[in-house]
């Protein structure tokens, strides 16, 4: 049976940032992909980092450690 998985969106300052997000965390080993972010989230930036539920932690950790501020991280 599939266990259906559960997700977090990360935010950022702006799309820049989602991007170079996006590259770190794949660098990093850590599975993501960039997804529209949900209008009824945020206007700030029109893009996200989608990551599974269980990566939340070491993937602020690593971003952090980039330079990257997350601005929220929001469990879908």
Not at 18 to 23: D, F, H, M, P, S
Not at 25 to 48: F, H, N, R, T
């Amino acid at each position: 049976m599939n266990a259906k998985r559960s997700y977090a969106i990360l935010l950022f300052l702006s799309a820049n940032h989602a991007l170079r997000a996006e590259k770190v965390l794949l660098d990093s080993g850590i599975a993501c992909k960039l997804i529209p972010v949900p209008k009824d989230i945020s206007s700030e930036c029109g893009i996200c980092v989608r990551i599974l539920k269980t990566e939340t932690q070491k993937s602020v950790a690593v971003l952090t450690n980039h330079k990257l501020i997350v601005t929220k991280c929001i469990n879908i």
